[in-house]
Nanobody
């Protein structure tokens, strides 16, 4: 049974930083971060592929950085210059499928429980 355990959420003021972590119970080729704001649909934030490629969504590009510690099978999301609109429940997602890692929910079959990020103005 694959497990994804997120940590690192919290409350910060605008302009602050947080780092999210997602520890996986095994190697998974595609890993990603999604978020869901109150009253909105879940959206892809960043993806990391097994070949080392990474991509962040336009809304967070230049402020968020996705990375992975391969030795620990742990995914990270460094979030800087946080804005109130970054508030939401952040989920780690993963799949064993090899190939292009799409920032779309249907591409992932393993999900973490979510960690709350709250940014106040």
């Amino acid at each position: 049974q694959v497990q994804l355990v997120e940590s690192g959420g919290g409350s910060v003021q605008a302009g602050g930083s947080l780092r999210l972590s997602c520890a996986a119970s095994e190697y998974l080729y595609c890993m990603a971060w999604f978020r869901q704001a109150p009253g909105k649909e879940r959206e892809g934030v960043a993806v990391f592929a097994g070949d080392g490629s990474a991509k962040e969504a336009d809304a967070v590009k230049g402020r968020f950085t996705i990375s992975k510690d391969a030795a620990k099978d742990t995914l990270y999301l460094q979030m800087n210059s946080l804005k109130p609109e970054d508030t939401g429940l952040y989920y780690c997602a993963a799949t064993r499928s090899v190939g292009v890692c799409y920032p779309a929910e249907h591409h992932y079959n393993y999900w973490g429980q979510g960690t709350q990020v709250t940014v106040s103005s």
